[in-house]
């Protein structure tokens, strides 16, 4: 069955330190992507996809995401934080039946 | 240009109570999705429709939820009764048809079962 895991609950970085948040899939076939971001009392917004082509995809804010089929993995990293990037973040799947599988999500504490 | 609206905000009912959420989508979306999101876990899907049509209920606990979208534009969620355990937070969503397409999120409807 397609699955998503985000192996990180949550994480605490320094603002101006690096970012990665770690996302595997589990699907037979060639996944659409996703990485959204959810401030509190906020809906989702999208931070970038991969659909296909190049492996390492940018989105908004700074945030860029590598797509790796031999390891399954689609992790979002940013060079540096800021203070306003705190929330939490989803890593999503969609798979060929138009289902969008999400991860529980990984909330990112920022700290000064 | 408006994104998806979504009402109420916030909703504190009773068990054994009706509710009923509302969606707008963005205009020309054919496809409208309705997530719940319950505290700490990403989204599960509850239905999604193309126009009007609903083309993936499997997820919708039928027994108790029910759902339309009239003219293939607005939406509507109901549940009744009410259960302690739907406390959770209902997202619409829209997109244009197609599987490389993103989906754009309201704010959700925060729902408190008492």
């Known amino acids: 069955a397609q699955s998503v895991t985000q192996p990180d609950i949550h994480i605490t970085v320094s603002e101006g330190a690096s970012l990665e948040l770690r996302c595997n899939y589990s699907?037979?076939?060639?996944?659409?992507l996703f990485w959204y971001v959810q401030s509190p009392g906020q809906g989702l917004q999208l931070l970038l996809k991969?659909?296909?082509?190049?492996?390492l995809v940018q989105g908004i804010k700074g945030f860029e995401a590598e797509f790796k089929r031999s390891q399954s993995s689609f992790n979002l990293r940013k060079p540096s934080v800021h203070w306003s990037d705190a929330a939490e973040y989803f890593c999503a799947v969609r798979t060929g039946g138009f289902k969008t599988i999400f991860g529980a999500g990984t909330r990112l504490f920022v700290k000064a | 240009e408006a994104g998806v609206v979504q009402s109420p905000r916030y909703k504190i009912i009773e068990k054994k109570q009706p509710v009923a959420f509302w969606c707008n989508p963005i205009?020309?979306?054919?496809?409208l999705y309705w997530y719940l999101q319950n505290l700490g876990q990403g989204p599960e899907l509850l239905i999604r429709?193309?126009?009007?049509?609903?083309?993936?209920d499997s997820q919708l606990p039928k027994d108790r939820f029910s759902a339309e979208r009239l003219k293939g534009v607005d939406s509507t969620l109901k549940i009744q009764p009410a259960e302690l355990g739907d406390s959770a937070v209902y997202l619409c969503a829209s997109s244009l048809t197609g599987l490389d397409t993103e989906a754009f999120f309201g704010q959700g409807t925060r729902l408190t079962v008492v």
């Open positions: 991969y659909f296909s082509g190049d492996t």
């Open positions: 699907y037979g076939a060639t996944p659409y």
């Open positions: 205009s020309g979306h054919n496809t």
């Open positions: 429709y193309e126009n009007e049509e609903a083309v993936d």
